[in-house]
């Protein structure tokens, strides 16, 4: 299936710093999603994007909708503890409508 | 407004065994997608269910299938558990309005076969 790539696969970070990950599709997407995920517990929406150079914040939280469509960014910034877990993109490309979702971005801060 | 609510929270069975997971969507939603998460193969999409109709499947074999209730309400089930099928079992609510396309999990069900 449709298959999302996501970078970096793994961060290990200082608290206090700013992350950027990012999503990369080979098709045009129609939604940007945002998930954070807890060690055994459900992704949690973060932010969701709905159309090209949308720039969006939830808090310390700020994502983007490329405008070529095929690509999100994530950013964190002043990165605290909380901020562990695994972070995924997620949407349905133009031409379809499930769900692709990106492998994951596993964030540490070290304190 | 409540969430998407999946019961049970845990479950253990053995071998051979058959299991039934259920999920509640969020109320409105008439969209619900069923995933299987393990560590080493990530998120799996299993099918999808839109008024009572499936409308996507996953590469899962047969033993996986589901159903959803006049109330979006959905429940899967697997037959002849194997132990490879331990997996944290994740149900998504689907919220299609206009323009706007988003997905909201529940807690999931984490599924141990013995």
């Known amino acids: 299936g449709q298959q999302l790539n996501q970078s970096p696969q793994s961060m290990f970070i200082q608290e206090g710093e700013d992350v950027s990950m990012n999503c990369t599709s080979s098709s045009i997407f129609n939604t940007w999603l945002w998930y954070k995920q807890d060690p055994g517990e459900g992704p949690v929406l973060l932010i969701a994007l709905y159309k090209a150079g949308e720039l969006t914040s939830n808090g310390r939280l700020t994502a983007q909708f490329g405008i070529t469509r095929k690509d999100s960014f994530l950013n964190i910034s002043a990165s605290i503890p909380s901020d562990v877990g695994i972070y995924f993109c997620a949407g349905p490309p133009f031409t379809g409508n499930q769900f692709y979702f990106g492998t994951g971005t596993s964030l540490t801060v070290i304190p | 407004k409540a969430g998407v609510t999946q019961t049970p929270r845990y479950l253990i069975k053995t071998r051979g065994q058959q299991v039934t997971l259920s999920c509640s969507p969020i109320?409105?939603?008439?969209?619900v997608s069923w995933y299987q998460q393990t560590p080493g193969q990530g998120l799996q999409f299993l099918f999808e269910y839109f008024s009572e109709t499936q409308r996507n499947k996953g590469n899962f074999p047969g033993r996986f299938s589901g159903r959803q209730f006049s109330n979006s309400r959905s429940e899967m089930n697997v037959s002849t558990l194997e132990l490879g099928d331990s997996a944290l079992y994740l149900c998504a609510s689907r919220r299609v309005a206009g323009s706007t396309d988003t997905q909201y999990f529940g807690p999931g069900t984490r599924l141990t076969v013995l």
């Open positions: 109320s409105g939603h008439r969209s």
